[in-house]
């Protein structure tokens, strides 16, 4: 199964959705997509496939999304899109595409939906928190 991570190495959640991507024993394509930045029709892609709006993946905080007076329910998604083209890190993260789907990983458990297998058990997360029971069942 081809799995590809659109990822911010300085992020928690998308390491944590790395690490549970891996564990599992997968081999990601990963993309760091604040070095690489995006393409209009890459985002528009992903954001129909998971069913988000510009609006919908916006990262609000740890961005630049109020300063630039994105925050605004005024604000159209063209307008939001354009300013995610200029500024990567405004594109809320990590999301994933694997044969089951395409999904922003908040919270980073979201991943366990677009695998067929799971981390051996017991799994957590970076902060401690189980996800993958000693039995290898999802918790929670």
Known sequence: ?????????????????LKTIEAAGYEPVVIDYLAEGWTRPQLLALFAAADLTPRAALRETKS??????LLDDTVSD???LAAML????????PIVCS?????????????????DKFPPGPFAKEDGELLINEKGERVG
């Open 78 to 80: 063209e307008t939001i």
């Open 64 to 69: 630049p999304a109020e300063e630039l007076g």
């Open 99 to 115: 044969p089951k789907g395409v999904r922003l990983c908040r919270p980073s458990e979201a991943v366990l939906d677009l695998l």
């Open 86 to 93: 200029e500024h990567p890190v405004l594109v809320n993260r």
């Open 1 to 17: 199964m081809s799995i590809v991570i659109h990822h911010n190495p300085a992020c928690g959640t998308s390491r944590n959705v």
